[in-house]
């Protein structure tokens, strides 16, 4: 059987797993992975570019030299095949912890118990909680379910589609290393300058393929076009820009605006500025479009691999 096919059967597979299970409480492989590369930065750390572009590449790099091997033992199986795929696509993927943790929030807020919501926030994203009031929770969720429908899910996948699980496999890798030291603090200003330009490269082509299926999947499609077009370069992420401009295009909502991470204060440009402020009920309404989107990824994804491989046989 041709190794896209099998890749396909495997995707599925592991998308499956994801939307049922979700990430593990305990013993998750990325998990694992950050550990592996915590005690890597710990011996590697210099304030130092080409420090961070060892650091870089050995991690990365790793990770990737173990799935092409893994996939190597298990090419003469079919079975085998499909297994490791459905298992590197189910640990790689996030889209059902992010759901969650969303509408989690969700509730919190609608049941008006600040406090609970402020206490999750951190399980998303990067703000300060305590320095948010009900409706900039509301509007970091909403934000926070854009950008990682294409970190967790889309890019993944796109990845998967183009490299097999060695794809799938380093495409997480460098996103883990970048939210490890990719930001701009005074430690990882240099150290993270590696990290977080890769993971602007590798993210590319997953950020456009989201805004493009956030627009197909969108109530208001021409909305969603607009405010993607207008407004994604806008932002300072090259990536984040074109898939939360799309969300909020598409959910008639404005994002951006001043955000808190760590002490600093950043002012960001507004997205669909000629719209309303976020309020709880979107954070429902931008979990089902990032839904939608996923299930598009997927069914794209495993489509381009099969064209791939019919156009690779001739």
């Known amino acids: 059987m041709r190794a896209d096919r099998l890749f396909g059967y495997g995707a599925v597979l592991g998308f499956a797993g994801d939307l049922l299970t979700g990430d593990p409480r305990r013993g998750h492989p990325v998990a694992a992975f950050g550990r592996a590369a915590a005690a890597c930065e710990r011996a590697l750390w210099r304030d130092d570019r080409a420090r961070g572009a060892a650091f870089t590449a050995l991690c990365a790099g790793g990770a990737v030299a173990a799935a092409r091997a893994a996939s190597r033992l298990t090419r003469r199986s079919p079975a085998a095949s499909v297994a490791l795929t459905a298992a590197a696509t189910w640990a790689v993927l996030g889209g059902a912890s992010l759901a969650r943790e969303a509408g989690a929030i969700g509730a919190a807020l609608t049941a008006g118990d600040l406090g609970l919501a402020r206490e999750r926030l951190p399980h998303l994203c990067g703000r300060d909680p305590q320095a948010l009031d009900g409706q900039q929770i509301a509007r970091a969720v909403v934000e926070s379910v854009a950008e990682n429908t294409s970190d ?24 883990t290393l970048d939210a490890m030291v990719g930001h701009r603090s005074p430690r990882y200003r240099r150290f993270g300058w590696a990290s977080a330009r890769l993971d602007d490269a590798v993210g590319y082509p997953g950020s456009r393929l989201t805004a493009a299926l956030t627009v197909l999947a969108a109530p208001n499609r021409r909305a969603a076009w ?17 898939v939360e401009a799309s969300f909020a295009g598409a959910l008639g909502v404005r994002l951006g605006g001043t955000l808190s991470y760590g002490g600093r204060i950043e002012r960001r440009p507004v997205l669909g500025g000629g719209n309303r402020p976020v309020e709880v009920a979107d954070i ?23 064209l791939l491989g019919r156009r690779g046989t001739r």
């Open 152 to 175: 967790a899910v889309v890019g993944a996948l796109v990845w998967g589609a183009l490299g097999g699980v060695p794809g799938l496999v380093g495409f997480r890798a460098v996103n």
């Open 226 to 242: 607009r405010t993607w077009r207008a407004d994604g370069h806008r932002h300072p992420s090259p990536n984040a820009g074109p």
């Open 284 to 306: 429902e309404r931008a979990v089902r479009l990032s839904r939608r989107v996923s299930a598009l990824a997927l069914a794209a994804c495993v489509a381009g691999r099969y």
